[in-house]
């Protein structure tokens, strides 16, 4: 039911298993731009290595030994990889806890966990080490040993190819937390159509039950208290409907689904939703068969006048005497539905207190009090309105908590394997950089020649990828009835924040080469 509770059309339509399946996708992204830099500084630096390769293939190694060789290394350090991340696991499962309101622990005696975490290890350790074991194997001795430098051509494609692939999944996840962030802030500062601040929600129960009526009116009086009314349900989270309304002019065949819930008095006064036409209910009308609605249950019964319209309903044949603007009666992921309020106090299970403002605490001291008088043999429940608010949707606050970390691990991981890039550039080219220099190169000239081509791939990186995050973020935006639109400064503080973080990442080493002595890199020339 956690995981599997949504449903649409009376079928089965998801969940919160959205969000796992949502996480574990983020996990692979950051695992293969963890494995694609290891591809890149292994083939980078394959000039390291090459002189090994050459003699043990003189000496009689075959290729398949070499790419078990380099396979080995690559799962051995994944091996190594692992057994920190799960201590790094151990210490941060704590705060992790904490963040979810979870008790999550790691089970190493679950034969299913420990199956999937070495078969996760050997996939992450064959799929970052296959392609530098194929091709630092592919070399021929004769031409390893001939040359000091070999140039293997397609390598320099694959690993540009790799940087512009990580940092378009890392340029992915920057643009989803941002218009994740944006869509929490929305939630928490979005008109719902009710007041719910200063209101506090009591659970009924025991003698107050019983005697409602002087609860409530002991309640009106009391310091800082505006006003009390009872209902069924949370204003917030009227989740029941009915079929039962019927009105003049309604087809026979009309199949009608309406949220509905039983209000004392005072309710619309209470919960703050503006009257649109006609009165709340009252105890000096005969209101036992009158009836209040919403503007979407007044389109629903296509009433140009609704005040007075008669319609049968729970309490039944009636009339209409009141209209109220529209509120959002269950999530922001559902649409506003059709609503019909019912007269019915003693069918209620709150009591819905408003307070005045700042003075909260000496409402509920009067609560407490009054509480006790009636009811001493039940504990007090209450809470307020703006805390249930935020507690929906703290699924929704936790994602984007957790995208925050994850945009932030890529992006470091990212920037690694760029800064390793651009430090193997900077190597391999150190004589032409003092060459250049001494003809007179400019050391702002020199910074530009070794960055152009690595801030090239991260904008080719940021073309691509950003069609495909519109569809991603959009996808997932369509989960809430009401949201924000996607706009297109998301992408452009996402494109300069990205052209940014890779400049920084290699003016660092770029600098630093372009600065050198060139006497220390042309004296033994």
């Given amino acids: 039911m956690y995981l599997f509770g949504d449903f649409k059309s009376g079928k089965q339509n998801g969940g919160r298993i959205q969000y796992v399946r949502l996480f574990s996708v983020i996990a692979c992204f950051v695992l293969v731009i963890a494995c694609i830099n290891f591809m890149n500084l292994t083939t980078a630096r394959y000039t ?13 190694a075959g290729r398949k030994a070499l790419i078990t060789q380099f396979l080995g290394e690559a799962v051995l350090l994944t091996l190594i990889a692992v057994l920190i991340g799960l201590v790094m696991a151990e210490i941060l499962l704590p705060s992790f806890n904490t963040l979810t309101s979870k008790t999550l622990e790691i089970d190493y005696r679950n034969p299913l966990f420990m199956s999937a975490l070495i078969s996760v290890t050997l996939l992450t350790g064959f799929v970052s080490g296959s392609y530098p074991a194929l091709f630092l194997s592919s070399f021929k001795p004769v031409n390893i040993l001939r040359s000091s430098v070999l140039r293997a051509s397609g390598a320099n494609t694959l690993r540009k190819s790799l940087v512009v692939f990580q940092f378009a999944l890392a340029i992915l996840l920057i643009i989803g937390t941002i218009v994740v962030y944006e869509q929490i802030q929305f939630i928490k500062n979005k008109n719902i159509g009710l007041d719910k601040e200063n209101l506090i929600i009591m659970n009924l129960n025991g003698d107050v039950y019983k005697h409602l009526d002087s609860f409530q009116e002991q309640l009106k009086q009391s310091d800082g208290i505006m006003s009390v009314t009872s209902t069924g349900d949370n204003p917030i989270e009227i989740d ?10 309604k087809a026979p065949d009309q199949g009608v689904s309406i949220s509905a819930t039983w209000v004392g008095y005072d309710y619309i006064k209470t919960i703050g939703v503006p009257l649109l036409a006609g009165r709340d209910f009252s105890k000096t009308m005969a209101d036992s068969a009158s009836y209040i609605v919403n503007e979407s249950a007044v389109r629903l019964m296509n009433l140009k006048d609704p005040v007075g319209a008669k319609v049968s309903f729970w309490n039944g044949e009636g009339r209409i005497i009141g209209v109220v603007k529209d509120f959002h ?6 649409p506003i539905t059709p609503l019909i309020l019912t007269l019915q106090p003693l069918n209620s299970s709150l009591v819905l207190i408003r307070t005045e403002a700042g003075k909260a605490p000496d409402a509920i001291a009067s609560l407490k009090k009054i509480y006790r008088q009636f009811n001493s043999a039940f504990p007090l429940e209450y809470t307020f309105m703006d805390e249930t608010y935020a507690k929906r949707y703290k699924s929704e606050m936790i994602i984007g908590k957790l995208v925050n970390v994850f945009a932030l691990i890529a992006i470091l ?6 800064f390793g890039l651009a430090t193997f550039t900077a190597e391999q080219r150190t004589k032409e950089i003092g060459v250049r220099k001494v003809l007179g190169a400019s050391l ?8 152009k081509d690595y801030l090239k791939l991260v904008i080719i990186a940021f073309l691509i990828i950003c069609p495909i995050a519109y569809y991603v973020v959009d996808e997932w935006l369509q989960q809430f009835a009401y ?18 973080i890779a400049l920084i990442t290699i003016s660092v080493q770029t600098i630093r080469a ?6 220390d890199s042309l004296r033994s020339e």
């Fill in 48 to 60: 390291r290595r090459i002189k090994e390769v050459g003699i043990r293939k003189v000496n009689g």
């Fill in 240 to 249: 029941g409907s009915s079929g039962d309304l019927n009105w003049p002019g």
């Fill in 329 to 334: 009666l269950h999530s922001l992921h559902e």
């Fill in 413 to 418: 991981i990212s920037c690694l394997g760029l």
């Fill in 444 to 451: 702002m000239g020199i910074i530009t020649l070794l960055s």
């Fill in 483 to 500: 949201h924000i639109s996607i706009s297109w400064w998301f992408f452009i503080v996402t494109g300069i924040l990205s052209f940014m």
């Fill in 514 to 519: 372009a600065s050198a002595n060139p006497t």
